[in-house]
């Protein structure tokens, strides 16, 4: 494969085939992924939730391909993460996949505009071409008029949605976003929600988020629980009436999952 090749976008977006992650704490060993088998369709929309632990942000660094697993693999479009030298991989996490982070980690010596087009330069694509290009989505996100402010004159909705434009300045197959809404209100983290749903609705944006919020979750398409590093469900949220719902059979789920370990403790 060159460094150039396309990717095969008739493969589902992401398979993951065994895979584990184990760490190392200075003389403990923690499975933080235990055996995960999934499959992330292109065009759909997924929500990982599950405890403090539970291997979510670890699964998501796996498929960003900024870990490697320990045993298992991280398939995307048909390329096995695992095979790709560091410099393809480095190429993989710039060309074909989109980060959102709770903290937005915007660079706050440049303005808006430079914090969406830095991944094109750091590509050396065409600066002009990108923004011309990409000037409807900054338009939906609602930036056009703050393209030429500093990160810290933002408010925190608005330092997310840059965040979200910077993400998909390379037009990722895949749009990854870990505790997005973590850092804001009820009304900003709906607004955020509303543009994932709309970016997964009507450009057909493969998405895989984590929250720990049911709130958030129910703009997914499926919800997946992750409980010590094991897949406990993979539910569609069509089978919900709201997040209220959603949020009762997930702390249900929760509990009968801890009484069931406490069970089995001598």
């Known amino acids: 494969m060159t460094d150039t090749q396309k990717y095969n976008c008739q493969e589902p977006a992401v398979q993951a085939r065994e895979l584990t992650r184990v760490f190392k704490q200075g003389n403990q060993t923690i499975t933080a992924l235990?055996?995960?088998?999934?499959?992330?369709?292109?065009?759909?929309?997924?929500?990982?939730?599950?405890?403090?632990?539970?291997?979510?942000?670890t699964l998501l660094?796996?498929?960003?391909?900024?870990?490697?697993p320990t045993s298992g693999q991280v398939v995307v479009e048909g390329n096995d993460?695992?095979?790709?030298?560091?410099?393809?991989?480095?190429?993989?996490?710039?060309?074909r996949v989109g980060l959102v982070f709770q903290n937005y980690n915007l660079i706050?010596?440049?303005?808006?505009?430079?914090?969406?087009?830095?991944?094109?330069?750091?590509?050396?694509?065409?600066?002009?071409?990108?923004?011309?290009?990409?000037?409807?989505l900054?338009?939906?996100?609602?930036?056009?008029?703050?393209?030429?402010?500093?990160p810290d004159t933002l408010s925190g909705g608005q330092q997310q949605r840059v965040a979200m434009a910077r993400a998909l300045s390379m037009e990722p197959a895949i749009l990854l976003a870990d505790e997005p809404t973590g850092n804001l209100d009820s009304v900003n983290s709906r607004k955020i929600c509303e543009v994932f749903d709309e970016l997964n609705r009507q450009d057909g944006r493969t998405i895989t988020l984590v929250t720990h919020e049911p709130g958030v979750a129910i703009f997914a398409k499926r919800v997946i629980v992750l409980h010590d590093g094991r897949l406990l469900a993979d539910w569609q949220t069509s089978q919900f009436r709201d997040a209220h719902d959603l949020a009762a059979t997930y702390q249900e789920l929760a509990a009968q999952t801890d009484e069931e370990q406490g069970a089995k403790l001598p």
């Open 81 to 95: 993460l695992g095979s790709l030298s560091d410099r393809r991989l480095t190429l993989y996490r710039r060309r």
């Open 138 to 150: 900054w338009e939906r996100l609602g930036l056009t008029t703050f393209l030429n402010q500093m």
């Open 108 to 136: 706050p010596h440049l303005t808006t505009e430079e914090n969406i087009l830095l991944p094109l330069r750091a590509d050396g694509a065409s600066i002009q071409e990108g923004r011309d290009k990409r000037h409807v």
């Open 61 to 68: 660094h796996l498929i960003a391909g900024l870990i490697r």
């Open 34 to 57: 235990d055996g995960i088998d999934l499959t992330i369709h292109q065009g759909d929309f997924v929500a990982v939730m599950g405890a403090s632990g539970s291997g979510k942000s």
